[in-house]
């Protein structure tokens, strides 16, 4: 069973940085891609990265790149999304999800889902 745990999140002032990490076990991930979505309260939930386990190749949203990287350490099984430059609007509970096959921004087309963690933005 796949299990996914996010930490890192936490409270930051606009301009800082936090790195979120996603904790992966359960399976052999090289099939596997594993993305970062948000929900803001009131909003839907929205894309913000993935990485395709095997080869890692990477997407980003339009509202994050340049400012989001997303990373995934082998040996560890966890995937990491680095966020700098933040902003009031990057306010969300953070999820990490896990999909078979390639890279959807489609959160529907995920199976697996973590608990999520808040990422708190101040002006």
């Known amino acids: 069973q796949v299990q996914l745990v996010e930490s890192g999140g936490g409270l930051v002032q606009a301009g800082g940085s936090l790195r979120l990490s996603c904790a992966a076990s359960?399976?052999?991930?090289?099939?596997?891609?594993l993305g970062w979505f948000r929900q803001a309260p009131g909003k839907e939930r929205e894309f913000v990265a993935a990485?395709?386990?095997?080869?890692?190749?990477?997407y980003y949203a339009d509202s994050v790149k340049g400012r989001f990287t997303i990373s995934r350490d082998n040996a560890k099984n966890t995937v990491y999304l680095q966020m700098n430059s933040l902003k009031p609007e990057d306010t969300a509970v953070y999820y990490c999800?896990?999909?078979?096959?390639?890279?959807?921004?489609?959160?529907?087309?995920?199976?697996?889902w973590g608990q999520g963690t808040q990422v708190t933005v101040s002006s």
């Open positions: 999800a896990a999909r078979t096959g390639y890279i959807s921004t489609y959160y529907g087309d995920y199976a697996y």
């Open positions: 359960g399976r052999t991930f090289s099939s596997y891609a």
């Open positions: 990485i395709r386990w095997s080869g890692g190749s990477t």
